[in-house]
């Protein structure tokens, strides 16, 4: 591995959109990835974020959040710059991970129960129904996507993902969506498909909070990984942690909340 590298976190609307330890996302990325070394910056994207003067990321993160939240959030990302940067980094391979409220928004639209429909980016080929039902819960799901899927699988778990999920929007993919995963326990998506979360590109859209990836170490360090291969344009190989306790509360976490 390069000597020097450095990453830079962008934290989208951080200070709205951040419920049941999302920000755990960013500190976990980080803490990761300087562990190996790597230099890490987490740069705050808020509202009238302008990417000429504020800069761009390598990597980003966007949490959850409630309807209030979301409407203001959604009304910043399709009137100013934000929304149509957001989308070029992601249709330039960058790695992004959104959370449940942030997936909503990346969907192409949201409409909640009482109130206005929300207008999404579109990145993920789905849209999102607001609905009576509350789905909350611990979730574990198999992830599909075949690059996220580690080796030794089955023995170690790694191929299973496990979050808490809070929500009532019901979130459906259309056709060409390719879902994160297929639901082992929980309620996903909708509750009714048996999917959870959508993946385009690089671009993570899932239900999982948890912190998702303090319970998923090595989701995270697929994410450092592609988003060091974009900016530096070859393969890396991240330098194996010491995190036997962090792999073993994974594996605790799945064996409880999958029953
Ligand atoms: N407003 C959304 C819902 O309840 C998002 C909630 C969240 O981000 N936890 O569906």
């Known amino acids: 591995m390069k000597k020097s590298l450095a990453l830079t976190i962008g934290y989208l609307y951080g200070r709205l959109m951040n419920t049941y330890g999302d920000t755990g996302n960013v500190i976990c990325l980080k803490k990761r990835a300087e562990e190996r070394g790597i230099k890490v910056d987490v740069l705050a994207i808020d509202l009238n974020y302008d990417p000429k003067k504020d800069g761009v990321a390598d990597l980003y993160f966007f949490g959850g959040g409630q309807d209030q939240a979301q409407e203001e959030v959604s009304q910043d990302l399709i009137k100013r710059h934000s929304g149509k940067f957001i989308k070029e980094e992601v249709e330039k391979d960058k790695p992004l991970l959104a959370i449940c409220g942030g997936y909503q928004l990346l969907g192409e639209y949201y409409e909640p129960q009482n109130g206005p429909k929300l207008a999404g980016l579109g990145i993920f080929k789905a849209y999102t129904q607001g609905s009576a039902q509350r789905m909350i819960g611990n979730i574990v799901i198999r992830i599909q996507n075949l690059e996220l899927r580690i080796k030794s699988e089955e023995k170690d778990n790694s191929?299973?993902?496990?979050?808490?999920?809070?929500?009532?929007?019901?979130?459906f993919l259309k056709e060409g969506a390719q879902p994160l995963g297929t639901?082992?326990?929980?309620?996903?998506?909708?509750?009714?498909?048996?999917?959870?979360?959508?993946?385009?590109?690089?671009?993570?859209?899932?239900?999982?909070?948890?912190?998702?990836?303090?319970?998923?170490?090595?989701?995270?360090?697929?994410?450092?990984?592609?988003?060091?291969?974009?900016?530096?344009?070859?393969?890396?190989k991240l330098e194996p942690l010491e995190d036997e306790l962090e792999q073993k509360a994974h594996q605790a976490a799945i064996q409880r909340f999958s029953k």
């Open 159 to 171: 191929s299973l993902l496990v979050g808490f999920e809070n929500h009532s929007g019901k979130t």
């Open 183 to 236: 639901i082992i326990k929980g309620f996903g998506n909708n509750g009714e498909d048996k999917t959870e979360g959508c993946i385009y590109k690089n671009a993570i859209g899932c239900y999982m909070h948890g912190s998702l990836l303090p319970k998923n170490p090595k989701l995270a360090d697929w994410l450092i990984k592609k988003a060091l291969e974009v900016k530096y344009g070859e393969e890396i």
